[in-house]
């Protein structure tokens, strides 16, 4: 998955980033570092730039 340039990397600690997607996230062996928003995607990154998960919010 690439990402755009209009697309921020904001590091998993960032306050914008909602405490249930960062449980979520600590859940996975791999240390999440970064999120991005990609339309309705969340993609999830470590700190070498591998793609941990994708997920999306449930209304």
Same mark, same amino acid.
């Given at each position: 998955?690439?990402? #755009? ?5 904001? =590091?998993?600690?960032?306050? &914008?980033? =909602?405490?249930?997607? &960062?449980?979520?996230?600590? &859940?996975? &062996? *791999? =240390?999440?570092?970064?999120? *991005? ?12 730039? #591998? ?9």
């Amino acid at each position: 998955m690439s990402i #755009e340039e209009d697309e921020e990397l904001i =590091p998993i600690e960032d306050p &914008r980033v =909602p405490l249930e997607l &960062r449980e979520h996230a600590a &859940r996975f &062996r *791999t =240390p999440v570092r970064y999120i *991005t928003f990609c339309g309705a995607d969340i993609v999830l990154f470590a700190a070498d730039g #591998e793609v941990i998960d994708i997920c999306a919010f449930k209304d």
